[in-house]
């Protein structure tokens, strides 16, 4: 049913179109009812506009913190129109009611994400724009409800034509997109405050994003799929600025997120990073003293699985390397940054998409990651450990070299990013092959093996690159048959978590093939 609007209350933090909204609005001699900092800016545009406390009879009290809550807000907004025991009650109460809201709410997220102190944060939070959004959207069948500036147009449009009237259909989608707002508002701000709290665990939970981007389909072509934000900060796909290239697509955006988070656990300051990632898998991570070095030794790892690729880098994009990137298919390039040489190589790539984010993310920030199960989530605090020189515990009769030392804690950060059973085999600060996602160990270790020789051959190595090689292992090896078959192919020291019911056989087999091998103590599944 259509319903034409006769009372506006308008109330809003982001004041983008709200004049061009009034003065539609106004052209359809609808009576203006508005609060604070919106009235004010409504009157400097010459509209006629009533105080909400003229409505309410009540003053705006506690620095603004009660102003809308109250009976004659409320019940314009709620009652419902045609009930004779509601307009009897708006009647013995003086109530009019409203028939359209405009709403957005405090910057909360904006403020967290700002840095803003405790208080702050605190005063950030919107209470009576939430309830008064929630109260309107209930009662959609009577009243229109906006939460967007992005939605006004569209409402004046609906408005001429249908006589300064909105129809239940408009309604009914303005309300779901305000229920969700709200909910993805409060998501927020029980997110936040769970963290300062120090609660870890909740009783309930809950999570919400905006829209940025609705995708062509997701993993397959007959799925559907959206990409939202949830107002982190944290550099990365996210967050970042595309400079160029098609539309980021699900896969694309999944994948880019893996090579990015791995690219940050090498410290820019300390050596270039290059990681290149396939279907969410590292198959190529080197670091060296520039950037065209890494991603040389990175592609020289596996460059059949490179080709149509991701690649992540930890400093800012340089012309040398963006030349050779350009020589292969490569789907997305994400850096911290780019300069005007690269930019123009890489615009000569069309489709390529360029990804800037102006920082890394920081590894050991607290963060949770969410999966979805049948009837449920599984939440869980983002792996943001880090295994260092000296939490290696040596186990074997031959001590690692310095070399040895170095390759391992390398290979380490690597394996926490590559999908579980993971094997991993570095030299020289550079994957030279890697097994993932298999259901054995000793499968990982046999792929990653042959990788080492494929890639031996593309380069024109006489042997395979595993030889002379670390080995890293994302969790304990459960038998000496996976850590052997390292052994076999090539690799002189092993990292491994640990803690299996035979590490002592294990051990043994590691001491009778002369290798050195060292724990952990922390293993990193990921799947």
Not at 80 to 109: C, Q, T, W
Not at 252 to 257: L, R
Request: with cysteine; glycine share 10%; hydrophobic share 45%.
């Amino acid at each position: 049913m259509a319903r034409k609007i006769r009372r506006a209350l308008l109330s809003v933090s982001d004041k983008s179109g709200l004049i061009e909204f009034a003065q539609g609005l106004a052209g359809f001699g609808v009576e203006l009812i508005s609060t604070g900092g919106t009235a004010k800016a409504l009157r400097d545009a010459a509209l006629d506009v009533m105080d909400v406390s003229q409505v309410t009879g009540f003053p705006e009290i506690m620095e603004g913190r009660v102003k809308t809550l109250h009976p004659m807000v409320h019940g314009g907004l709620l009652a419902k129109r045609g009930d004779a025991g509601h307009e009897r009650a708006m009647s013995e109460h003086g109530i009019e009611g409203i028939d359209l809201l405009a709403v957005n709410l405090y910057p909360f997220e904006a403020t967290v994400a700002g840095g803003a102190d405790f208080a702050t944060c605190i005063e950030n939070i919107d209470i009576g724009g939430p309830a008064m959004t929630r109260a309107a959207a209930k009662n959609h069948d009577s009243v229109t409800v906006v939460g967007e500036p992005a939605d006004y147009a569209g409402v004046l449009a609906e408005m001429a034509a249908n006589d300064g009237a909105t129809t239940g259909t408009m309604r009914k989608q303005l309300a779901a997109k305000a229920f969700a707002r709200t909910a993805a508002y409060d998501a927020t701000v029980s997110a936040w405050l769970l963290v300062e709290a120090g609660v870890e665990t909740a009783g309930h939970r809950a999570f919400g994003g905006r829209l940025k981007q609705t995708l062509r389909y997701g993993e397959n072509p007959h799925q559907t799929a959206a990409f939202y934000t949830d107002g982190s900060t944290r550099p990365g796909v996210a967050t970042a600025q595309q400079v160029q290239g098609k539309e980021l697509s699900y896969n694309n955006i999944n994948d880019t997120d893996a090579a990015y988070e791995c690219v940050a656990e090498f410290d820019p300051e300390e050596a270039a990073a290059c990681v290149i990632v396939k279907h969410a898998n590292p198959c190529g991570v080197a670091v060296a003293a520039s950037l065209a070095e890494a991603y040389q030794q990175a592609l020289r790892c596996d460059p059949v699985s490179a080709f149509g690729g991701i690649i992540a880098f930890n400093r800012p994009l340089d012309a040398e390397t963006a030349t050779q990137i350009a020589e292969i298919f490569t789907e997305v390039i994400i850096a911290p940054g780019a300069d005007a040489a690269a930019r123009e190589i890489i615009g000569a790539k069309k489709n390529l998409r360029l990804l800037l984010t102006d920082g890394l993310p920081e590894v050991t920030e607290p963060g949770v990651g969410v999966k979805t199960v049948a009837g449920g989530m599984l939440v869980q605090s983002r792996d943001a450990a880090r295994t260092a020189l000296e939490d290696l515990k040596v186990v074997t009769r031959r001590s690692p070299s310095e070399k040895e030392m170095r390759d391992m804690v390398f290979a380490f950060k690597v394996a926490k990013h590559v999908k579980s059973n993971a094997i991993v085999y570095v030299k020289d600060q550079a994957t030279v092959g890697v097994g993932a996602g298999q259901m054995s160990r000793v499968d990982s270790a046999r792929i990653a093996a042959r990788k080492s020789a494929d890639a031996a051959e593309a380069c024109g190595a006489d042997k395979p690159l595993a030889v002379g090689s670390v080995v890293a292992s994302d969790a304990f090896f459960p038998f000496p048959d996976g850590l052997l078959q390292a052994a076999e192919a090539g690799a002189t020291a092993v990292i491994q978590p640990g803690g299996s019911m035979r590490d002592d056989d294990v051990i043994k087999a590691a001491n009778e093939a002369g290798l050195a091998m060292v724990f952990t103590g922390r293993r990193h599944f990921r799947h």
